[in-house]
């Protein structure tokens, strides 16, 4: 107990000095194991497991919270000075949209047209036949969002619209979320089953809920936004390389790149099949905390899966070469009984859940599901 003790009194210390919310959320996170679990203490718990009076535990929140409203009023500010989102910005710029009630979307990133190869070989990965045949795709310039749509962002369109997302709705099911000793059960997108902040990118959506962001975005600003089909997807993700990733071929850095299943998450998960590094947060990480890649996205890799446009396809035989989306269904498909192929859409990028950060793996999911550790990112037509 007294050990526990120390532990926060130092985390308290170092808020105090970094004056940082990711720095001191992720120093909360080093700096408490076992019983002083983060669960523990988003559960507000921890004058019951640690023996830590609830005005300490409220001045450790308090420190976090108030650096988030900062974070969010020098982001307003920031906001105003972007570019609006045009076609005739240069690659690699970076802009926004304004809504018709005067706030700002989403920050936005030019990506270039051009080619890639698209795929993995099945010589070199022969137990991954869906990311075969590698094939050319070439696109026309559009803009990505530098980040994975944020709980703020999100939030903003729910209050805005009265949406009403799957999860709260009772449609299909509720948020599918792991369960353990400390981790309050998952409802929806307001309450995933552990603590966020507001920049931490929106979980517990399903493709619906995220269709449905995307058109009332559209109207606010009369910009043509979407998710990205899975060949802009890949295309903006890779940047420019072909590597597995798009910091090269080795995996011993991860931490460094990406949020994914390390042993930050060991409470969480268990032991096994962990990667041998730690990056400080167990579950999801604020948006950008990691490297953007060659062409200013952030978080391709890890964090969140991200839901595409497409309808998911077991091969990519017969793929469309122009980078649209892949929305008909294959002649495979089509002897499914009833309608089945027209549930399935393309999820791609990992998360902090699991383990695979090669850029060209894809899953797929129902459109109606939706989990702790899948959210999405927007496109927009320039």
Not at 66 to 84: C, I, N, P, S
Not at 151 to 156: A, L, S
Not at 166 to 180: L, P, R, V
Not at 282 to 302: C, F, Q, S
Request: hydrophobic share 35%; with cysteine; aromatic share 10%.
């Amino acid at each position: 107990m007294l050990k526990c003790l120390i532990k926060m009194l130092m985390v308290l210390c170092l808020i105090s000095r970094l004056g940082q919310a990711d720095s001191a959320e992720k120093t909360i996170v080093q700096q408490t194991r076992g019983d002083c679990s983060p669960a523990i203490i988003a559960q507000g718990n921890v004058s019951v497991k640690c023996g830590i009076s609830k005005k300490l535990l409220e001045r450790m929140q308090g420190a976090v919270s108030q650096y988030e409203k900062d974070h969010a009023a020098k982001g307003a500010v920031g906001h105003r000075l972007l570019d609006k989102c045009s076609s005739r910005l240069a690659s690699g710029k970076i802009c926004t949209d304004s809504l018709n009630d005067g706030t700002q979307g989403p920050v936005m990133v030019v990506i270039p047209a051009g080619s890639f190869k698209m795929g993995l070989s099945e010589i070199d990965f022969p137990h991954h036949d869906t990311e075969n045949p590698v094939h050319t795709v070439t696109l026309k310039p559009f803009a990505l969002s530098q980040h994975e749509v944020t709980v703020t962002e999100f939030k903003q369109f729910v209050e805005a619209a009265a949406f009403q997302t799957d999860a709260e709705s009772g449609s299909y099911q509720t948020c599918q979320t792991i369960e353990g000793p400390g981790v309050p059960p998952s409802t929806d997108w307001n309450r995933p089953g552990f603590r966020q902040g507001s920049d931490h990118p929106v979980v517990c959506v399903s493709w619906q809920d995220a269709q449905a962001y995307v058109a009332w975005l559209s109207k606010m600003t009369g910009a043509n936004y979407r998710l990205p089909s899975e060949a802009e997807w890949e295309y903006a993700g890779r940047a420019g390389t072909a590597t597995l990733n798009y910091w090269g071929d080795g995996g011993n850095d991860i931490c460094t790149h990406a949020n994914i299943a390390d042993t930050s998450s060991q409470y969480v998960l268990g032991g096994q099949h962990l990667i041998k590094c730690d990056d400080g947060f167990p579950y999801t990480a604020p948006v950008g905390h990691y490297p953007a890649n060659p062409w200013k996205v952030y978080d391709v890799i890890g964090n969140v899966r991200e839901w595409t446009k497409d309808l998911w396809h077991n091969s990519y035989a017969g793929a469309p070469l122009d980078g649209t989306s892949w929305v008909t269904p294959d002649a495979e498909q089509k002897a499914m009984p009833g309608a089945a192929w027209e549930s399935l859409r393309v999820v791609r990028g990992g998360s902090w859940y699991e383990l695979e950060t090669a850029i060209a793996i894809r899953r797929n999911e129902d459109y109606w599901y939706k989990d702790h550790n899948t959210g999405f990112r927007l496109a927009r037509d320039l």
